[in-house]
């Protein structure tokens, strides 16, 4: 008997071909919108293998409910959705895509950095409502990109890729992280520092560290207060990152100039946040990764995993605790 494999978005024919070679499929056929909790219940108890998304909250009833289950194979980097601790209990191996997306991933975030720089949502616009009358000589003047100092939190794989970017327009490379990174501080001549300095002494702050307890709102009250009134802050990691009400009031009251978001800590986010009534804000819908190529290698990566969990290998990418 083939083992039953449960995929929680709709996934091109060549991912579902490729897992049917030797299992049996099933597949909630919707590509934009979440697999139902009822559904995903449902098919957990019986599945030996899950492929999900970052959307899906994976937590311990649910791990405890499952009478087969194997692997657990998220087509995404961060795996914060997923109860890791009772996944790991029950003996079910946790797996997630790093690597494939960094490239990617960075070319958008800096994208979010030079949008956010030199405003150019705000110039759309101009352009979209007839307000554009004629030159003027500090008409929507943004802020240097070039020579500038780029603080990166978290300097993964995503980070590095970003600082690279960051060395093409001379800026000012300087990060912290849990440990110092040798390799980046060499090739790309980023030099490490503590928080407190990063923070008081960057023009452009990218968060690239993954969400846990200990980075849950990382990014408070306190921390904007430090930055300089024309710091740009980019976050392209995850939402519960940032205090969303204390980068609010700090974009609203000027104590940072602008920001770029990918990401907000309930996602979707309406057309009413509050963030989204400040033009100073660059905001798009959680696609730092969003590139055909890429989205394709990650569910390609993603089915490999469980293909080699269920014939008894170690997955290539499992997340240890």
Known sequence: ??????????????????????????MWEKQEEPVPQERLEEEIKQADGLFCTVTEPIDRPLIESAENLKVIATMAVGYNNIDVEAAAEKDITIAHTPGVLSETTADLTFALLMAAARRLPEGIETIKNNEWKTWSPFFLTGQDIHHATLGIIGMGRIGEAVAKRGTGFDMEIIYHNRTRKQEAEEKLGARYVEMDELLKTSDFICVMTPYTKDTHHLIDREAFKKMKNTAIFINSSRGGIVDEEALYEALKNGEIRGAGLDVFEGEPVGADHPLLSLPQVTALPHIGSASESTRMAMADMTANHILQVLSGKEADHEVKL
């Open 1 to 26: 008997m083939k083992p039953y494999v449960f995929i929680t978005r709709r996934m091109p024919d060549e991912i579902i071909e490729k897992l049917e070679e030797t299992c049996t499929v099933s």
